[in-house]
């Protein structure tokens, strides 16, 4: 499994000093958002320039926040846009492969079927641009808020860039349990979002920004980690907090505890 930080987790400083930070602290890849590339533009970079510093950095982009608007929607013309302005952006800067983040309605309560339509649609959008379409299931709301429900649309969708994004936060916040991963298949999953969970608040008040680092917290990170490698699963573990704490400190700082903790834990399964 391999490790990358999503620039959320950082404090606002320019893209180009996150994305530095980053490669210090010896990540491969970055989750990037469009909003960090749209102020990285108006700013005066390019897209080419952003490709540039990607290569020169040797940093790998396996995910990119976020899309939403298109589950349980009818008229999905403005989400069709949106996936070609991304999936151009993408060729720009020369991204072969990436996770387009993609999560559910907030109240997802409707048939599988119509799920599933939704989802199938949304893939072949972005089959065009070579986008893998991560559905985002969500801890918080009722419905789609576990990796056994969203499995079961991307199954039922059956499409060649689909796949599940299972974040350690919501699975622990919703209906999920740690051994619903074993009923994944490994090619099932898109992308893994690797957070942890503070002792100093119940599950039920937490909200995103109080995740922690991975191994700062009380999450069964072991049990998680263990199934997923129990199922082969081989793919990225993306670090996303929205924590203040972290955001205000030094980004290189916060890379470099950051991948210290998750090799650590990574080692335990060896």
Not at 44 to 63: F, I, Y
Request: glycine share 10%; proline share 5%; charged share 30%.
């Amino acid at each position: 499994m391999k490790l990358s930080m999503n620039l959320v987790s950082l404090r606002k400083e320019s893209l180009e000093e996150r994305l530095r930070a980053i490669a210090e602290a010896g990540f491969e890849g970055i989750g990037l958002w469009v909003s960090d590339v749209e102020e990285f533009l108006a700013g005066g970079g390019s897209l080419e320039r952003l490709g540039e510093l990607l290569a020169q950095l040797k940093l790998e982009v396996p995910e990119i926040c976020a899309l939403g608007g298109w589950h349980l929607v009818d008229d999905k013309s403005g989400v069709q846009k949106e996936v070609k302005r991304i999936g151009e952006m993408c060729k720009v800067i020369g991204i072969k492969r990436t996770v387009l983040i993609c999560p559910v309605a907030w109240e997802a309560e409707a048939p599988l079927e119509r799920h599933s339509k939704d989802y199938r649609e949304l893939c072949e959008m972005g089959k065009e641009w070579g986008l893998i379409m991560g559905l985002e299931f969500l801890g918080m709301r009722k419905g789609i808020n576990n990796p056994i429900s969203a499995w079961e649309i991307v199954r039922e969708a059956n499409c060649e860039n689909g796949g599940v994004v299972v974040d350690f936060f919501h699975l622990l916040k919703g209906s999920g349990k740690p051994v619903d991963l074993l009923s994944l298949p490994a090619e099932g999953i898109a992308l893994v979002h690797f957070n942890d969970i503070p002792a100093d608040k119940p599950l039920e008040a937490l909200t995103d920004a109080d995740r922690v680092l991975p191994g700062e917290g009380v999450a069964p990170l072991e049990e998680l980690l263990g199934n997923l490698k129990k199922i082969g699963y081989k793919g990225w573990l993306s670090i996303e907090i929205f924590n203040p704490v972290y955001q205000a400190r030094p980004p290189l700082e916060v890379c470099g505890e950051a991948i210290e903790k998750a090799k650590e834990l990574l080692s335990r399964l060896s």
